[in-house]
C-alpha cells in the first residue's frame, strides 16, 4: 500500500473499457493507479501519461508492487491474468467474459473460486441503482412469487466488423449482460431456446454471428425468462426490465435525462433521447462496482459477481449459441 495509504493498482489494458476503469481509479480516494500494462507500448505511454503512472507491456512488471488489478486487456488474457493474481495473493477485478473458451473457463474453477483473494467479475449492471433497486424489491417479495421476467437491450449500432469477427458472437459479447441479469434474479436456470437473426448487418452474417437475437429461459421454479437484443436501436441505447410476479409488476424503462414531457402541435408525449451509449448509460454503475471492489479489499467479505457467476453466464452464452444454430432447446445443468 502507498504511504497515503491508498491501494496501489495496475490496470491491464488501454483500450475503451480501460479508459473508463482508469478515470475511475483515479478519481477513488482510496486507489493510486500506479502501472498500466498493453501489449501496445504506444497506449500503455499515452493512458499512463494522464495520470503519472507507469507504463509497461509487461504483465510480470505489473504485478509488482501492488495491491490490487482490473483486467481490461482482451478476453484471451484473462483466465491467465486472474491466475496470477490469485497465485501472488492480489485481488483481481476482471471484465467479463471470463474467456471465450468455455473448458479454459471450467479448468481454472477449482483454482480461482478456491482463492482467497477476492476475484470479481465486470458484471455491472448489478451495480446500477435502477436494476438493484428493482431487484432487491422482487427478493423482498413485493410482487409475490417471481413468474416472469423480460429483459430488453439494444445498442445503438452496431459494432465494427473487425470486432464482430473476434467478438465471440452476440451471446458471448453482448447477451452474456443479459444472462447474468437473470441470474441476478432467479439464480437456477434449467434450460435455454434462442433464436437469432441476420436483420441488417451483412458483415456479421459473414462472421457466422447474429445482429437480433431473442432467448427463452426457463428456470429450475418455472420462471419464465425472456431476453430481448438487437445489433442496432434507432433512438439510442435501450435497456428495459419487467418483472411479473403473482402479486404485481416491477418494470424499469430507459433511464432519461430530464422527466419533462413536452406536447404541442408537432406531437404529444415528447421525451428527451435516451443514452446514445453504454459509458454514459452505465456510467454510475462503473464507480459503483470499483467502489465494492475497494470494499472486499478492505474487508475481506465474499465479493459479487464471482468467478462462478462468471462461468455460469458463459454457460448460458454457449447454450444459447448450440440452440440458436441447431433451432432445438438446450437443458442446462442445475446452477
Not at 437491450?153 to 467478438?167: F, K
Not at 454471428?209 to 439510442?236: K, M, P, Q, W
Not at 409488476?249 to 408525449?269: A, E, F, H, R, Y
Amino acid at each position: 500500500m502507498s504511504d497515503d495509504s491508498r491501494f496501489r493498482v495496475a490496470l491491464f489494458g488501454a483500450g475503451r473499457i480501460g479508459l473508463i476503469h482508469a478515470d475511475n481509479i483515479a478519481r477513488h480516494p482510496r486507489l493510486e493507479l500506479t502501472v498500466v500494462c498493453s501489449s501496445r507500448i504506444e497506449s500503455a505511454d499515452r493512458l499512463a501519461g494522464r495520470y503519472g503512472s507507469v507504463p509497461t507491456i509487461d504483465a510480470d512488471r505489473a504485478f509488482v508492487e501492488v495491491d490490487a488489478v482490473v483486467i481490461a486487456s482482451p478476453n484471451s488474457t484473462h483466465i491467465d491474468l486472474m491466475t496470477q493474481a490469485a497465485r501472488r495473493g492480489i485481488p483481481a477485478l476482471c471484465e467479463k467474459p471470463l474467456d471465450l473458451d468455455l473448458s479454459r473457463v471450467r479448468a481454472s474453477a477449482a483454482e480461482l473460486m478456491d482463492s482467497p483473494s477476492p476475484l470479481m467479475v465486470g458484471f455491472n449492471r448489478r451495480f446500477d441503482a435502477n436494476f438493484a433497486a428493482l431487484r432487491n424489491r422482487v427478493t423482498d417479495g413485493e410482487i409475490g412469487r417471481l413468474e416472469q421476467l423480460t429483459i430488453i437491450s439494444r445498442d445503438p449500432a452496431p459494432s465494427p466488423e473487425e470486432y464482430v469477427r473476434t467478438s465471440g458472437g452476440i451471446f458471448c459479447d453482448m447477451t452474456i449482460h443479459d444472462f447474468d441479469m437473470a441470474r441476478f434474479f432467479a439464480p437456477d436456470l434449467v434450460e435455454v431456446h434462442a433464436y437469432g437473426a441476420n436483420a441488417f448487418s451483412d458483415y456479421t452474417k459473414d462472421a457466422g454471428d447474429f445482429d437480433s437475437a431473442v432467448v427463452t429461459i426457463r428456470g429450475s421454479n418455472d420462471e419464465l425468462i425472456t431476453i430481448v437484443n438487437s445489433r442496432h436501436c434507432a433512438y439510442g441505447y435501450e435497456q428495459r426490465l419487467e418483472a411479473f410476479g403473482s402479486d404485481g409488476m416491477l418494470n424499469m424503462g430507459d433511464v432519461l435525462p430530464t422527466t419533462i414531457c413536452k406536447s404541442s402541435g408537432q406531437g404529444t408525449g415528447q421525451r428527451a433521447p435516451i443514452s446514445t451509449s453504454f459509458l454514459d448509460r452505465y456510467s454510475d454503475a462503473y464507480v459503483a462496482e470499483l467502489d465494492a471492489f475497494v470494499t472486499a479489499i478492505e474487508t475481506k467479505a465474499p465479493v459479487g459477481p464471482d468467478y462462478l457467476d462468471g462461468l455460469r453466464a458463459l454457460e448460458l452464452a454457449y447454450a444459447a449459441t448450440e440452440s440458436a444454430q441447431t433451432r432445438r432447446s438446450v437443458q442446462l445443468s442445475s446452477s
